[in-house]
């Protein structure tokens, strides 16, 4: 095993289809107009010196060490700054361009510390290979003069540190906060001798900086350095796979010694990220071998007892005898699974195929039901598939963009950065959200316009934007008489064009100016090509799955789909949500989005494993738990999800789970789930397994093993163990085995294989014979379900309102540095920037209650009370109020209620009534948690397995 060296070729790559020769040292070479000659050369074979330019960014020509001669011009031009033109004769290497290279590298050497040998850099450093490339031996200048060396190190940041005294002041750093990651947090302060890089005249830790690691990739010395690779030293081989955090999928080039990873770099040639990260992929992976981890299996009678560790047969065959018990004494249906969206597409087909086959039922579900449930519903109603419509580049196409209900700045932050990008270059944007999120308003970036709708009000704006473009004859007649179902358009075409559909109709009801609406609306409906990306804040209402069939109506009737740069795109939260629907896990559906009544669907499932399979859908995560709060639903295996934090109504859902007989869990932590569990299951980390996710752009990816699982097996092998132990063996040998029934069994995979994978690096689905290399944008030329259908979508006010008692509205979110339940991120350096969640509140609504920045505050619904401390923020407007959810002592879920979407049962987290009073003790909630948490970890401590 060796490093994975990427090509750097200085520049970035032009983008013209018109190609022109050249010579470099003699080599013919053909490259795309607007290459620059340092690219060519490397094309050409030859290396151009360089220091200051790196193909992530813009070209910069400071550095003067990349000077070629072309033959018939004067001078010595920097080659990463001068295009290539046809027919030029470029020499990258004469005594002449020698000569003057060395004397450049002797003035950078001349102020910069010579301690390689101790240097944190040594062995990949490029000032180090340039001074060795350029033939320096020696430097004339001394260091009695004025010098840099003595610089303060700036070690604020958990992840990394900036040594000014090994800066070259390249600019590569700043250039990379500025292009790749769009923060604008640094620049060079001062001139000449004095100039420095600087965020904004703050440490790291006190700037604007957000740790995405991109100034670190792109500096060529040690002056900014990952503080893992200071500890360890070099990595000597490393791995490429995907990121378990976000739906965006990242790929990174895990940099191991041994079995230890030194640190994780964003891989250039990821699709979906192409070399950039975040904060959380990139440096927040310490969780893996986090103490808190369960590394042997556990097992206990009551969840009063304390845990006792046993062996993987031991813990196996109790699970299997408990499951055979409950169902023996209570009915085949008495018993379910859920799998996990942080688990891989073939471990989440397993957990499907086990409660199918070896449970005998259908009662299995997924996270996403909590999340993008009505995604799968609405597009499916009206395009025919369950998924967003274009890959992530097709944003560098879009003429507009809506964001609506989502904060991609914070929740998807790599793809955050390639729209922002487009935005920078001219691109229009209209954010629909009940915050004044990041890109309102940020550095280089902001909305046209902003509709700050009332929380619950989603329907009634799509409808209103629909309105104008239908009585205002904005629709894309041509496209709509071609593509769609004629009926049904002319049904919703009456339905939206009536009055109480106007913008000025429903100002009232909403709170957004119906100017605002009309201007939206004609700018996306005649602003070219016009792009939706939406999140949890459209399908996490009473009326998700209503919302997402409006988006699909407006994209169709103004022709914004089967194209770059329009679609409708679902910005999925965790890495394998959308995998996780594909694979079948929802109580009536097998992979592939079949219903379990179809009877060929189910034929082919019955003949490839060999068993009969229910035609009845099972039961959701919310019947399971009602039927268990009954006393008839009494055994739960759990992969990889913590429901009794991340469900709503978290007293109903801790009620359901200490109705149960038999709990299981497995998982990496002592989740809260966990403290009802009779077993737990130690998992594996994405960093111990093989296997594939599918991002929110249907980008299958591998997920590849570069640790041995330190609990012993693999998710898939575990499952797959139980499954055997309760009476249906699966013969598997490795992961791709599965993927290779996955592909048997589901159309939209039949392509799909770790080999092909492999070889082109991710695939999206649908990848069959007619798109054998995958599909980046759907819907070209007709939509999967053959004509487009418009649903009529009538605006029904949620039952949750705001009243005397409860005066103001709660809405929920992500921040940055946190991630879902805080499970993994919370075990991270990460807790440096939100340590726990807090309230955010308007000022008007603070002082009217007395409450001061930094106050504890009771936040209390009809469903429960807690306490946290609050934020004024004008980021909100009066009468309603956001928290997070990341932090299981917050329990922001006490107080969100049973209300959901109608078709999918996705619980109404963003809207919810509340009161917010000063406090001045925590709630009982809390109190409880508190406790409860001690007893655990104290049965933890008891069993050894708690530190």
């Known amino acids: 095993m060796a490093l994975i060296k990427e090509t750097d070729y200085g520049t970035p790559a032009a983008i013209s289809s018109l190609p022109i020769t050249l010579q470099v040292d003699g080599v013919s070479v053909t490259v795309p107009m607007g290459t620059s000659i340092m690219r060519a050369a490397v094309m050409a074979g030859s290396k151009v010196p360089k220091l200051c330019a790196t193909d992530s960014v813009e070209a910069f020509g400071s550095c003067r060490l990349c000077l070629v001669e072309v033959e018939g011009r004067r001078g010595t031009p920097a080659s990463c700054t001068t295009l290539a033109e046809a027919g030029m004769k470029v020499r990258t290497q004469t005594p002449k361009l020698a000569k003057m290279r060395r004397g450049v590298m002797e ?71 500025e292009e790749v990651q769009g923060t604008f947090a640094l620049t060079i302060d001062g001139r000449g001798f004095a100039s420095t890089v600087s965020a904004g005249g703050e440490s790291f830790i006190d700037s604007e900086c957000v740790s995405c690691g991109a100034c670190v990739q792109a500096c060529p010395t040690a002056t900014l350095m990952e503080k893992t690779v200071i ?81 993987w047969e031991e813990a196996i065959g109790y699970t299997a005898g408990e499951f055979k018990r409950i169902q023996a004494k209570y009915g085949q249906d008495s018993i379910g699974g859920i799998t996990s969206s942080r688990c891989t597409n073939e471990e989440t087909y397993l957990v499907q195929k086990m409660v199918r086959a070896a449970f005998g039922n259908n009662n299995v579900d997924t996270c996403a039901r909590v999340c993008h449930s009505p995604t799968g519903y609405g597009l499916k109603t009206t395009l ?3 998924a967003g419509t274009q890959d992530f580049d097709s944003v560098d196409a879009s003429d507009v963009i809506v964001v609506i209900g989502a904060n991609p700045t914070d929740a998807h932050p790599v793809f955050a950065s390639h729209m922002k990008r487009r935005l920078r270059e001219g691109a229009r ?40 473009v239908v009585t205002e004859k904005l629709v894309d007649e041509a496209f709509v008489a071609e593509r769609c179902e004629k009926e049904a358009f002319e049904q919703w075409r009456k339905f939206i064009a009536e009055e109480r559909n106007s913008p000025e109709a429903l100002e009232s009801v909403t709170g957004v100016p119906a100017s605002d609406v009309r201007a939206a609306a004609r700018l996306y409906a005649t602003g070219g090509n016009a792009a939706i990306y939406y999140g949890l804040g459209v399908t996490e209402h009473s009326q998700g799955s209503t919302m997402v069939m409006g988006m699909a109506n407006l994209a169709m009737a103004t022709g914004n789909f089967g194209k770059r740069g329009a679609g409708i795109n679902p910005l999925r939260g965790q890495n394998n949500v ?42 959701r995560i919310s019947n399971m738990l009602d039927a268990a709060v009954e006393g008839t639903f009494k055994a739960l295996y759990i992969q990889g999800e913590d429901i009794a934090q991340s469900d709503p109504n978290t007293k109903h859902v801790t009620a359901g789970l200490a109705g149960m007989e038999c709990v299981v869990v497995q998982d990496l932590f002592l989740n809260e789930t966990a403290s009802f569990a009779h077993v737990f299951l130690p998992g594996s980390s994405f960093l111990e397994k093989d296997g594939t996710f599918t991002n929110a752009e249907r980008r299958i ?102 009243s005397g008692r409860y005066p103001l509205i709660l809405t929920t979110g992500r921040i940055l540095s946190q991630y879902n339940v805080g499970a993994q991120t919370r075990r991270t350096a990460n807790n440096v920037w939100h340590e726990e969640d807090v309230l955010e509140i ?77 406090a001045k003790h925590m709630s009982d909630w809390q109190k409880h948690y508190r406790e409860t948490r001690r007893a655990t970890t104290q049965i933890g401590k008891e069993a050894g397995t708690v530190k």
């Not at 559906?589 to 229910?614: A, C, I, M």
Request: include cysteine.
């Open 701 to 802: 990816s591998r997920v590849r093993k570069v640790m041995p699982p330190k609990a012993g097996y693999g998710d898939w092998e575990i499952t797959a163990k139980l499954s055997e132990a309760l009476g249906y063996p699966m013969h598997y040998s490795h992961p791709s085995e599965i993927m290779d029934e996955i592909a048997r069994l589901t159309p939209t995979f039949t392509g799909v294989s770790y080999e092909r994978i492999d070889r082109l690096g991710s695939i999206q689905w649908p990848c069959n014979e007619k798109a054998p290399e995958g599909t980046p944008v759907m819907h070209i030329g007709g939509f999967v379900r053959g004509k487009g259908k418009f649903m009529l979508t009538e605006f029904i006010p949620t039952e949750e309102r705001s």
């Open 578 to 619: 959308q995998g996780s629907c594909d694979m079948g896990s929802f109580p009536h559906e097998f992979s592939g989005y079949r219903h379990v009544s179809d009877n060929s669907t189910r034929g082919l499932f019955e003949k490839e494993w060999k068993v009969p399979l229910q035609a009845e859908p099972g039961l």
């Open 231 to 311: 500890q360890k030293g070099q990595a000597e081989h490393s791995e490429v796979t995907t990121c378990a955090y976000c739906g965006v999928g990242c790929s990174f080039k895990a940099e191991m010694q041994g079995s230890e990873v030194v640190r994780m770099v964003p891989f250039k040639d990821g699709k979906a990220n192409h070399g950039h990260s975040c904060v959380k992929g990139r440096f927040a992976w310490g969780y893996t071998t986090h103490k808190d981890r369960i590394l042997k299996p556990m097992i206990r009678a009551k969840i009063t007892d304390p845990w006792k560790e046993v062996t």
């Open 107 to 177: 003035l950078y050497i001349s102020d910069h510390p010579l301690d390689c040998l101790t240097c944190s850099a040594n062995g990949n450093c490029e000032l180090q290979d340039m001074a060795g490339v350029v033939g320096l031996r020696e430097v004339r200048y001394g260091y009695e003069g004025a010098n840099h060396l003595h610089s303060e190190k700036d070690k604020s940041n958990p992840y990394f540190t900036f040594e000014p005294s090994k800066c070259i002041l390249c600019s590569r750093c700043v250039r990379a906060c």
């Open 429 to 468: 944007l209209i954010v629909v959200d009940p915050r004044k999120i990041d890109l309102v308003k940020s550095p280089h970036v902001q909305a046209v316009l902003h509709l700050p709708l009332l929380p619950g009000t989603n329907v009634a704006v799509i409808n209103a934007i629909a309105h104008v």
């Open 384 to 386: 025919g598939t369950s």
């Open 842 to 918: 308007h000022p008007f609504d603070a002082e009217n209650r007395g409450i001061r920045d930094g106050d504890l505050v009771s936040l209390a619904s009809r469903a429960g009370e807690i306490t946290l401390h609050a934020r004024i923020s004008e980021r909100m407007q009066p009468s309603v109020v956001y928290t997070t959810f990341h932090n299981p002592l917050t329990g922001a879920n006490v107080v969100t209620t049973e209300y959901s979407d109608w078709a999918t049962s996705c619980p109404e987290y963003k809207v919810t009534a509340v009161q917010v009073q000063l």
